[in-house]
C-alpha cells in the first residue's frame, strides 16, 4: 500500500471539494431548522466516506483522522450555521416546537391565546425564530 503524502493529501481534497460542496448542499437546503440541518448532515456523513476512501487507498499511518477530515468538518459546520432556513407558517412552528399548544406558545411569548389565533389566521409564518408579518417582526423566546 503507498504511504499517504501530505502532497496526495492536498491533491485528494482537492479533488473531492467539488463533491463535499455538493453534498452538503444537498443535506441543507429546504429546512425549517438548524438542528435539522445538522441532523442530516452527520446521518449520511460524506467525511466518512472521504476517510474510508483515503484508507482503502493509502497507508494513512502518518495522519489522524481528525487532520485528514477537518476542511470537510469546517465545511460542514459553516453549512449547518449559515445555511438560510425556509420560512414555515406560524401553525406548523407551533405543532412542531409547542406540541401542537397554542397555549404553551402564548405562554411562552407572554400573550394571549387570541393573540395567537388571530397570528396564524392572518398567515404569520417564522424562520430561524422571528415571528414576520406584513406589518411588524416579534421575537420569539
Known amino acids: 500500500m503507498i504511504k499517504l503524502t501530505a502532497e496526495q493529501l492536498d491533491i485528494l481534497q482537492t479533488n473531492w471539494m467539488h463533491r463535499v ?5 444537498i443535506q441543507s437546503s429546504g429546512r425549517a431548522y438548524r438542528d435539522e440541518i445538522e441532523a442530516e448532515v452527520y446521518e449520511d456523513d460524506i467525511a466518512d466516506t472521504f ?6 487507498t493509502f497507508d494513512t499511518s502518518d495522519f489522524d483522522d481528525t487532520d485528514m477530515i477537518g476542511w470537510i468538518r469546517e465545511l ?3 453549512a449547518i450555521a449559515s ?3 425556509i420560512a414555515i407558517p406560524l401553525e406548523r412552528f407551533i405543532f412542531e416546537k409547542f406540541n401542537d399548544s397554542q397555549i404553551a406558545f402564548a405562554n411562552a411569548q407572554g400573550i394571549k391565546k ?6 396564524i389566521k392572518d398567515g404569520f409564518i417564522v424562520v430561524e425564530n422571528q415571528l414576520y408579518s406584513k406589518r411588524r417582526d416579534l421575537e420569539l423566546n
Open 114 to 119: 387570541q393573540q395567537v389565533t388571530k397570528w
Open 83 to 85: 445555511t438560510p432556513l
Open 21 to 25: 460542496k455538493s453534498k452538503i448542499a
Open 76 to 78: 460542514q459546520h459553516e
Open 51 to 56: 476517510l474510508a476512501y483515503v484508507k482503502e
